[in-house]
């Protein structure tokens, strides 16, 4: 099963921004809503932003609003989280999944981490202060 593959992650200060990106090459996820999720070290895994398969939904973590938009290019196959006004705080692997079923249309709630499967390696975001 083909993995995503994340990149874009870096050492940025405070303030700064990052645009990450998520591939799958050779494995379509157009039909998918895709997630980004973050980890940072002693924490569990934690949602930060998601977007339906037709990109007409997104969700955002609270804390990341205003901040951060996720954003996704069908044809290129391909899913972005840029990421503005970088926090300490937002220090952790970056990773990418995409929702376990096909063509959702929107979540009632906010998405679940079980949601997702086909994790990609996570990319490291570091924000110094």
């Known amino acids: 099963q083909v993995q995503p593959v994340e990149s874009g992650g870096g050492l940025v200060q405070a303030g700064g921004s990052l645009r990450l990106s998520c591939s799958a090459p050779?494995?379509?996820?157009?039909?998918?809503?895709m997630g980004w999720f973050r980890q940072a070290p002693g924490k569990e895994r934690e949602f930060v932003a998601a977007?339906?398969?037709?990109?007409?939904?997104?969700y955002y973590k609270d804390s990341v609003k205003g901040r951060f938009t996720i954003s996704r290019d069908n044809a290129k196959n391909t899913v972005y989280l840029q990421m503005n006004s970088l926090k300490p705080e937002d220090t952790a692997i970056y990773y990418c999944?995409?929702?376990?079923?096909?063509?959702?249309?929107?979540?009632?709630?906010?998405?679940?981490?079980?949601?997702?499967?086909?994790w990609g390696q996570g990319t490291q975001v570091t924000v110094s202060s």
């Open positions: 977007i339906t398969w037709r990109g007409t939904s997104v």
């Open positions: 999944a995409a929702d376990k079923i096909r063509f959702r249309q929107d979540w009632s709630g906010s998405p679940l981490t079980s949601d997702f499967g086909s």
């Open positions: 050779g494995r379509t996820f157009s039909m998918n809503a």
